[in-house]
């Protein structure tokens, strides 16, 4: 039978697969992230926001391509996209200049 759970959870060989262990790019994920609850500021801080933004990329990357289910595919595209929220939710904002504070007081 081709149902829902059977589309979502069942790889090309028929097994049923929920869960996995973790691969390198969520461990490194993993790794960055708690790293960051002690290196608060600085470059420290910088270059492991960057690793874990890169790792956790990657990994939807592989997770669309190569996923075992369309869960897992569905679960990278997820992440994709909240990914691609969060970089416009931090970088995407244009300051705006208001009209009072270009003018000259007198």
Same mark, same amino acid.
């Given at each position: 039978?081709?149902?829902? &759970?059977d589309r /979502?959870f069942?790889?090309?060989t028929? #097994? +049923?697969?929920?869960a996995?262990?973790p691969?390198?790019?969520? %461990?490194?994920w993993?790794g960055?992230t708690?790293?960051k609850l002690?290196?608060?500021?600085g470059?420290a801080?910088?270059a492991l926001?960057v690793?874990? &933004?890169?790792? /956790?990329l990657y990994?939807?990357?592989? #997770? +669309?391509?190569q996923?075992a289910?369309?869960f897992?595919r569905? %679960?990278?595209v997820?992440?994709?996209?909240?990914l691609m929220?969060?970089?416009?939710?931090?970088?995407?904002?244009?300051?705006t200049?208001?009209a009072?504070s270009?003018r000259?007081?007198s």
């Amino acid at each position: 039978m081709n149902n829902l &759970f059977d589309r /979502l959870f069942r790889d090309n060989t028929g #097994e +049923i697969i929920v869960a996995q262990a973790p691969n390198i790019p969520i %461990l490194v994920w993993i790794g960055a992230t708690l790293l960051k609850l002690v290196f608060k500021t600085g470059q420290a801080k910088i270059a492991l926001d960057v690793l874990a &933004f890169g790792s /956790l990329l990657y990994w939807s990357f592989l #997770e +669309i391509t190569q996923g075992a289910t369309y869960f897992r595919r569905d %679960l990278g595209v997820i992440v994709l996209i909240a990914l691609m929220v969060s970089v416009i939710e931090r970088f995407g904002k244009v300051p705006t200049v208001t009209a009072s504070s270009n003018r000259a007081t007198s």
